[in-house]
């Protein structure tokens, strides 16, 4: 894997070629190495690398969730603003957005241990001037907003690199299975992350970013000693079409289109965590910690769904099963945005968790089962823009329709918005809706 061919001509490759030799690499590979199914299933979480990986994983996404609600209830404490909690994530994705030609090339020609390294240093960073900003008080509103720009534009680097960097540290046949466990570490991270972020906010955000600073640094740490088992990319020439080759392939394969432009779509008009501060405070009369378990109870919902997904690969029709977790993810929006109760709002979010993690777990195995090596971290780089847009993007969309229509009208309107979204999709890409299978050969074969 990533090794480019010796006779490679000097002009970039098609998609399709590229893809017909990716696959015959990775077929190679996997019938060299891969593990009988109870194999899988008993040694995959007791593997040092992945055990690594893992880490790294729950370490850098523990840090953004604690340095995420740190910083919501630091800005709107600030300015008493729904539209400033909207900038704040307009501000993580913008850096993302522009950067996402040039980090997918960079995650296919250097070391992708290294790009995420650096990224968490840099996080790691950022989080520390917060903290000095803070104890010195000189942190204010326009700050925060250029100190997430610096966040969300390291992210827009690491988050490729880390998604490109499994299929190096396990074999193609774990894939679906790694993917589940790797998303699991996500939402642990977001259960402990939320929740252990507004109890350090509780005593002062200089510790809370602290902590943040603390754990990244030991993401970084983490992330440089995982073993491989493919040599990192060659540096290979930049061209215009080069570029733009992750693009063209995602338009080229109507399922992955279909799910990535899905799942953008779903949470960008369904997503209600950049609100969770108005309703902590104003609606559920809560205070930090409260907002911390706010956040952490769709993560233990998604913790649940990963944890059965690891222990049950989706095998049958996952695009069928990926509709169907967005529109109950649509409905549990709408619950939450109704909802007058703080346990009605814990158990909407728990639901609305458990059925998102589905179209995340098929959408992150389709990119890695169906893409080639070679361009796997541009593709990945741009699943990391749909996936940013529907998250920052997202929170500033639901920030501005709160300064519209008020935070309830908002999330209620984004939860039923969601619901029209996946039944639109049936129709624009049935291929989707039909898969039977993760990997293309295996769908083709049914």
């Known amino acids: 894997m990533n090794e480019p061919s010796s006779d490679r001509p000097d002009s970039p490759d098609s998609p399709v070629d590229l893809n017909r030799?990716?696959?015959?690499?990775?077929?190679?590979?996997?019938?060299a190495a891969a593990p009988s199914a109870s194999d899988v299933?008993?040694?995959?979480?007791?593997?040092?690398?992945f055990q690594r990986f893992w880490c790294t994983r729950v370490l850098s996404s523990l840090s953004f969730q604690m340095l995420a609600v740190a910083m919501g209830w630091h800005i709107y404490a600030l300015t008493k603003s729904a539209l400033a909690l909207?900038?704040?994530g307009l501000a993580q994705f913008l850096p993302m957005f522009a950067l996402t030609l040039v980090v997918g090339h960079v995650a296919d020609r250097y070391d992708r241990r290294r790009i995420a390294a650096v990224c968490q240093a840099v996080e790691c960073a950022a989080a520390a001037v917060f903290a000095f900003g803070t104890y010195a008080g000189w942190l204010d509103a326009p700050i925060i907003y250029g100190l997430a720009a610096c966040v969300g534009a390291a992210r827009a680097f690491e988050s490729p690199a880390v998604a490109a960097l499994l299929p190096a540290v396990v074999p193609r046949t774990l894939l679906p299975r790694a993917t589940a466990w790797s998303t699991s570490a996500n939402q642990a991270a977001q259960i402990v992350g939320p929740a252990l972020g507004g109890l350090l906010y509780g005593i002062g955000a200089g510790p809370a970013y602290l902590a943040c600073s603390l754990s990244f640094a030991a993401a970084a740490l983490l992330v440089s000693s995982?073993?491989?088992?493919?040599?990192?990319?060659?540096?290979?020439?930049?061209?215009?079409e080069s570029v733009f080759s992750g693009i063209r392939f995602i338009f080229?394969?109507?399922?992955?289109?279909?799910?990535?432009?899905?799942?953008?779509?779903?949470?960008?008009?369904?997503?209600?965590?950049?609100?969770?501060?108005?309703?902590?405070?104003?609606?559920?009369h809560t205070g930090p910690l409260g907002l911390g378990l706010l956040r952490s109870a769709s993560a233990i919902g998604a913790l649940a769904g990963t944890l059965w997904l690891a222990r049950f690969p989706l095998k049958h029709r996952p695009g069928f099963v990926m509709f169907c977790g967005?529109?109950?993810?649509?409905?549990?929006?709408?619950?939450?945005?109704?909802?007058?109760?703080?346990?009605?709002?814990?158990?909407?979010?728990?639901?609305?968790?458990?059925?998102?993690?589905?179209?995340?777990?098929?959408?992150?195995?389709?990119?890695?089962?169906?893409?080639?090596?070679?361009?796997?971290?541009?593709?990945?780089?741009?699943?990391?823009?749909?996936?940013?847009?529907?998250?920052?993007?997202?929170?500033?969309?639901?920030?501005?329709?709160?300064?519209?229509?008020?935070?309830?009208?908002?999330?209620?309107?984004?939860?039923?918005?969601?619901?029209?979204?996946?039944?639109?999709?049936?129709?624009?890409?049935?291929?989707?809706?039909?898969?039977?299978?993760?990997?293309?050969?295996?769908?083709?074969?049914?």
């Not at 299933?41 to 690398?49: D, F, I, K, Q």
């Not at 060659?234 to 215009?240: A, E, G, S, Y």
């Open 86 to 88: 909207g900038i704040v």
């Open 252 to 284: 080229s394969e109507p399922v992955i289109l279909g799910a990535l432009s899905l799942d953008l779509f779903a949470v960008l008009f369904g997503g209600a965590t950049a609100l969770l501060p108005v309703f902590a405070r104003d609606f559920l």
């Open 226 to 240: 995982i073993p491989l088992r493919a040599k990192p990319a060659t540096r290979t020439p930049v061209t215009l």
């Open 21 to 31: 030799r990716g696959r015959a690499r990775r077929s190679a590979e996997s019938n």
């Open 326 to 446: 967005v529109i109950v993810f649509g409905i549990a929006t709408a619950v939450f945005g109704l909802s007058h109760q703080y346990i009605v709002s814990l158990l909407a979010l728990m639901v609305l968790g458990a059925s998102d993690v589905i179209s995340v777990v098929v959408r992150l195995s389709l990119v890695q089962l169906r893409t080639p090596d070679e361009m796997l971290g541009r593709v990945s780089a741009v699943n990391s823009l749909f996936v940013g847009t529907s998250n920052q993007l997202g929170e500033f969309e639901s920030g501005l329709t709160a300064g519209w229509w008020g935070a309830r009208r908002a999330v209620l309107a984004g939860g039923l918005a969601t619901v029209a979204i996946a039944f639109l999709w049936m129709r624009f890409f049935p291929e989707l809706k039909q898969t039977r299978s993760l990997d293309r050969e295996a769908d083709r074969a049914g």
């Open 41 to 49: 299933r008993e040694h995959l979480p007791l593997s040092g690398a």
